[in-house]
């Protein structure tokens, strides 16, 4: 039998992999040509994770969105819904650049470049220039956008979804995190589905948290399958702890 510390690692482990992604609960949706720089990476014209444009040919979304099954990996950019694609100008081939240290999302460093095929003409959201060491303040009120769920167990929607969320004390949001016995890495930020109704879930991994303008975080994941707010914080891979291997990808990846 397995002992009771490695059996429940396990169950917390599979429940926090169900989790992942980032469907929009208790948002709006949002408005025709609004948040153009929102990329729906899709796999053989489904979409199944977020993505957002931060160079003319880069995208940023999440590492775990790398999944062995997804083989013909496309990216459209430039609709809020998604029934509505022009083919021939919203849709692009990528090549992949996850991050080398990478295991899962409870490890840390949840984060992938998609190199676009072609550069867009959409304008690509800003990042933080801070340096490395800096963090974003608690309680700041930010925005993360999807496609997905617009409630738990609820069918995938075709539009655009926005919600408000507020960033999370990192020291608090490891407390709560601890109740069930997980330890988080350092490289994320704590926002939304604590304390509130409104925040993130299935759907779509790899949206941003978009903060004064900027993408500071990528959506990463949750708990248990649960989008039922409140209950313990959403979790985004911190971009300002990456802003050296975003900057330098020639250092890691061949996507030029």
Not at 55 to 76: E, G, Q, S, W
Not at 179 to 198: D, E, F
Request: glycine share 8%; charged share 25%; net charge positive.
């Amino acid at each position: 039998m397995f002992p009771l510390r490695t059996l429940l690692f396990f169950v917390l482990s599979c429940s926090v992999q169900r989790a992942l992604g980032g469907e929009i609960i208790n948002g709006k949706e949002v408005p025709p040509k609004s948040l153009q720089y929102m990329v729906s990476v899709q796999n053989n014209g489904k979409h199944f994770c977020g993505g957002f444009l931060i160079r003319k040919d880069i995208v940023l979304t999440a590492a775990h969105c790398d999944i062995k099954t997804k083989t013909n990996v496309t990216v459209v950019l430039g609709t809020n819904d998604l029934r509505k694609i022009d083919e021939r100008t919203m849709r692009y081939n990528v090549k992949k650049c996850k991050h080398a240290d990478y295991k899962e999302p409870l490890n840390g460093s949840d984060i992938m470049m998609l190199k676009l095929s072609r550069p867009s003409k959409i304008k690509p959201i800003k990042l933080p220039i801070k340096l490395p060491n800096k963090k974003i303040k608690k309680n700041t009120t930010c925005l993360v956008a999807g496609w997905g769920k617009i409630k738990s167990q609820g069918p995938k929607v075709s539009k655009l979804y926005e919600v408000d969320v507020a960033t999370i004390d990192r020291r608090k949001c490891q407390l709560e995190w601890a109740k069930v016995k997980k330890t988080l890495p350092a490289n994320i930020i704590c926002a939304g589905g604590y304390k509130t109704k409104k925040g993130a879930c299935q759907g779509d991994s790899g949206g941003p948290l978009v903060c004064n303008k900027m993408a500071v975080g990528i959506v990463s994941f949750n708990l248990d399958n649960n989008c039922d707010y409140p209950n313990v914080p959403n979790v985004y891979t911190d971009i300002i702890k990456f802003l050296p291997w975003i900057n330098y990808p020639k250092r890691k990846c061949n996507i030029d």
